[in-house]
T-cell receptor, first 116, second 109 residues
Framework: DGGITQSPKYLFRKEGQNVTLSCEQN?????MYWYRQDPGQGLRLIYY???????QKGDIAEGYSVSREKKESFPLTVTSAQKNPTAFYLC???????????????FGEGSRLTVL | GQNIDQPTEMTATEGAIVQINCTYQ??????LFWYQQHAGEAPTFLSY????GLEEKGRFSSFLSRSKGYSYLLLKELQMKDSASYLC??????????FGAGTRLAVHP
């Protein structure tokens, strides 16, 4: 079955440590996205990538980094510079800049990061 | 600026009808989405509107008025499993979705 796989589902980290969240998709989608969700708030865009080897900052990129070396993979690193990293992180993808693309996003199951 | 507003919480009775409103101001518009999200889970797609009017899909319907920057999601014959957050999102420029904060719907017997 095609879909988006995020791992780990739950992650605990000590302050000052970097952590990398994995996102893999087998939907053959060009575009991939990372969102952060906090209680009572909507999804906020961290980074997105329209094509391999290219990515752009979203609205809250500070303290995060990404790479897009393969079409299928878009890992997110939460660095120690991120002041309040405890949150629910969602990876998503869509077909990208194709004619007729509505922009609909397909989501992974999410990764919940807790900083102790 | 870009802004999407929807009520924070709503409650309704099983079997009833509920309407969740969404107003938006965005720099671009390529369509409006509604997603359902149960606690701790990923959002799932409910509907997409790009033209004015009503789109019906089973118990759920979604309406769009582009001139008013307004949409609503209508849920009929409410069931307990409909208790969830409902996210309004606008497809703006650069192939990005902009999300509202979500409306938490509680359905009670």
């Amino acid at each position: 079955d095609g879909g988006i796989t995020q791992s780990p589902k739950y992650l605990f980290r000590k302050e000052g440590q970097n952590v990398t969240l994995s996102c893999e998709q087998n939907l053959n989608h060009d575009a991939m996205y990372w969102y952060r969700q906090d209680p009572g708030q909507g999804l906020r865009l961290i980074y997105y990538s329209q094509i391999v080897n290219d990515f752009q900052k979203g609205d809250i990129a500070e303290g995060y980094s990404v790479s897009r070396e393969k079409k299928e993979s878009f890992p997110l690193t939460v660095t120690s510079a991120q002041k309040n990293p405890t949150a629910f992180y969602l990876c998503a993808s869509n077909v990208g800049r194709e004619v007729g693309n509505t922009g609909e996003l397909f989501f992974g199951e999410g990764s919940r990061l807790t900083v102790l | 600026g870009q802004n999407i507003d929807q009520p924070t919480e709503m409650t309704a009775t099983e079997g009833a009808i509920v309407q969740i409103n969404c107003t938006y101001q965005t720099s671009g518009f390529n369509g409006l989405f509604w997603y359902q999200q149960h606690a701790g889970e990923a959002p799932t797609f409910l509907s997409y509107n790009v033209l004015d009017g009503l789109e019906e899909k089973g118990r759920f319907s979604s309406f769009l008025s582009r001139s008013k920057g307004y949409s609503y999601l209508l849920l009929k014959e409410l069931q307990m499993k409909d208790s969830a957050s409902y996210l309004c999102a606008v497809s703006g420029g650069y192939n990005k979705l902009i999300f509202g904060a979500g409306t938490r719907l509680a359905v009670h017997p």
